[in-house]
C-alpha cells in the first residue's frame, strides 16, 4: 500500500511539473548583438530612395530590416559594412528574402541619388539607398541617436559617423543594434532568431 501511494504521489509531482512548466512564460531570446527592445530609435522612419520614392519600415512588414547610415566616398568601414551584409545574406540561404539592407547616406551634398543607387546596385540589387536634404539627415539620424560630422581633408573632406547597424524585427519593432566589429555569421544567427521567435 505504501509503495502505491509513493508511486502515486511520485506521478502526481510529475505531472504538476509538467503543468507549471507549460504554464511558465517562454524564455526570451537570446541575441549576440546589444538588445535594443523596447527602445523606439528612429519612429516613424521615412525616407526617399534614388528614385523618388518614399520609404518606410513598415513597408518591410514580414522582413528584417537593417540600417546603416554611412557615406559613399567612405574608404574603408561603409564598404565592409556592406560586405558584412552581403556574407549575410550568403549565409541565411532562403531566409534571404527575409532581409532588408536600407543605407542611408550622411553626406547628401556629395551623394547625388545616382550616385547612391549605383553604390547599391555594386554591392547587391536588393539593397536600398536612401537621401535627403541635409536638414531632414540630420533630424533622421539624430532620432537614431547617430553622430556623423565632417572632418576637412586638405581641399575636400571625409566624415565621421556612426558605424552600427541597426536592426528592425519582421513585425517593424527595433530590436538589436550590431557593432562594426560584428561577425557576419552572428548577426545572420540573430536574424535567424528573430524569424524564428517573432510573431
Not at 549576440?32 to 534614388?50: C, L, P, Q, V
Not at 540561404?93 to 553626406?107: I, N, P
Not at 539627415?137 to 581641399?155: C, Q, W
Request: aromatic fraction near 8%.
Amino acid at each position: 500500500m505504501s509503495s502505491r501511494m509513493n508511486g502515486l504521489k511520485v506521478l502526481f509531482i510529475a505531472l504538476a511539473v509538467m503543468v507549471l512548466s507549460a504554464c511558465a512564460p517562454p524564455e526570451p531570446p537570446r541575441f549576440n548583438a546589444a538588445n535594443m527592445t523596447g527602445i523606439e530609435y528612429g519612429k516613424d522612419f521615412r525616407m526617399h530612395d534614388a528614385d523618388g520614392r518614399e520609404r518606410t519600415i513598415a513597408e518591410f512588414r514580414g522582413k528584417v530590416v537593417m540600417i546603416f547610415f554611412g557615406f559613399i566616398q567612405c574608404p574603408d568601414i561603409c564598404p565592409t559594412a556592406l560586405l558584412r551584409a552581403v556574407e549575410i545574406r550568403n549565409l541565411l540561404g532562403d531566409d534571404a528574402k527575409h532581409m532588408q539592407l536600407l543605407f542611408v547616406t550622411v553626406d547628401p551634398e556629395r551623394d547625388s541619388p545616382e550616385v547612391v543607387k549605383a553604390y547599391m546596385e555594386a554591392f547587391d540589387p536588393s539593397f536600398i539607398g536612401l537621401r535627403e536634404s541635409p536638414e531632414r539627415t540630420r533630424e533622421i539620424a539624430d532620432s537614431f541617436h547617430v553622430l556623423y560630422n565632417k572632418v576637412p581633408t586638405g581641399d575636400s573632406y571625409t566624415m565621421d559617423h556612426t558605424a552600427t547597424t541597426f536592426i528592425f524585427d519582421p513585425t517593424g519593432r527595433l530590436r538589436l543594434a550590431a557593432p562594426h566589429i560584428m561577425p557576419a555569421n552572428l548577426i545572420a544567427d540573430d536574424i535567424r532568431t528573430l524569424l524564428r521567435t517573432t510573431r
